[in-house]
């Protein structure tokens, strides 16, 4: 009998079309390009193998091709009399997060993992940035990740992509170190696989490494060019090292030059988010003339998210239309609400109050924004995505305050980062927020942690920390 990649069973007698399923689910779960195409060819070897005809659906739909999507999951369905019991489940699983039906498949998918832990591309299914813990509006989804990823490790032992999703489970849910190993573990088994380089830049990141992330991300793109359908995303990665670097001239220009959204072959959501939120970025930076790039991403964004849905996708479009077109984001704001009044808004108000708040800020009323923002902050972490992505809110949030006057919240917010990692453009701003008069040794022991912050390294002695508690930092 033919086996899927962790040896479970495959209902079909086709050798070739087995193994082009495999080679699917392997550039799936490396996030490479090619799965679609391999699926394709699994489905025209052996027309009554449900497993392609929904795993290529699952591609549709992270393509945003919805009624594609759509019809290769019913066509799964409907050649599920002849799978398995445990390929029948599978072919539920998927179906129901292509269909809309989140909270259904995340519950099968954790009944399912208890009887097949080893059904990997429904685990997969729960875990990352966008998976349907993190979308589910729990505010312990990053505990959650780490917590299913440790139930079912020992059915995993030294796979690359075990390794890659238990390291970035580690990393979000605040074990950056042990992340960062877990991820550095699983790279040589696959170096051609971009969700353990995402993992990694993110414990980096985690780490206060920017400098790191940007010489290994921008070494890993160049051998990798383009082979990987998360390579707009990694770009962002490295445009946020040179944010972090005090040079968004240069995150600019590899905006212009990788990331912005005509023509971009990446899944939308992943363009939209990322275009939305660097831009929003560069203007906290100072970046003047954007105005062609936001009209740029309101019409890609109208595209593929012209109705509230995708709610990670709707409090990026308050950043965009905060922007370029206030009118609409009070629609969309209607459309959130009506949602949230239905139980469909998975983080509920606070994510049209994340909304209001870039509203009030785009409008030039920092005090409001602070206002609208401060409660949320604990909240934040409901709209799922990364630490990376919704540190933009916090971003915004301190701007506010330092732009309002409110000094000790900007560095109340600034100070619980820098304990949590080291940041040069954080000890800029808390700078700012609450400018103090250091002794000899106080100014030396800050500039030692600046100077070890650009080479990627973190001065944590005592001293420093010392020096922020003392000044109330």
Known sequence: MNRDKYDLPLTTASDRAAALYRDGVDCMLSAWNGAGDAFDRAIAEDPGFALPYVARARIHQMNMEIAEARAKAAQARLLMASASPREQRHVEIMAATIEGQPMAALSGAEQHLEEYPRDALILSLLLGAFGLYAFSGRADHDAAKLAICQRHASHYGEDWWFLTYLGWSHTEAGNAGIGRALTERAFPMRPANANAAHGLSHALFEQGEAETGRQFLSSWLTTHEKGSFLHGHLCWH????????????????????QIRPTGSPYPPLNVFTDTASL????????????????????????????????????????????????????????????????????????????????????????????????PLMPELVRIGGSHAQRELWEDTFIVACLRDGQGDKAARMISGRLHRRPSGRDQAWLQEAQPVTLSADERAAVAASKDASVRGEFASDAQVRSTWTKHGL
């Open 238 to 257: 490295v445009a946020l090292t040179a944010i972090e670097a005090g040079d968004p001239d240069a995150a600019l220009d590899i905006y212009q030059r």
């Open 279 to 374: 831009l929003w970025r560069l203007s906290l930076a100072g970046i003047s003339g954007l105005e062609p790039h936001w009209r740029e991403v309101a019409a890609y964004g109208e595209r593929f998210f012209p109705q509230a849905g995708a709610h990670f996708g709707d409090v990026h479009y308050a950043l965009v239309a905060s922007t370029t077109n206030r009118e609409g984001l009070q629609a969309r704001l209607a459309q959130m609400e009506a949602r949230a009044a239905t139980g469909k808004l998975a983080p509920g108000p606070a994510a049209i109050g994340l909304c209001r708040g870039v509203l009030a800020f785009a409008e030039g009323d920092h005090g409001g924004a602070v206002r609208i923002l401060e």
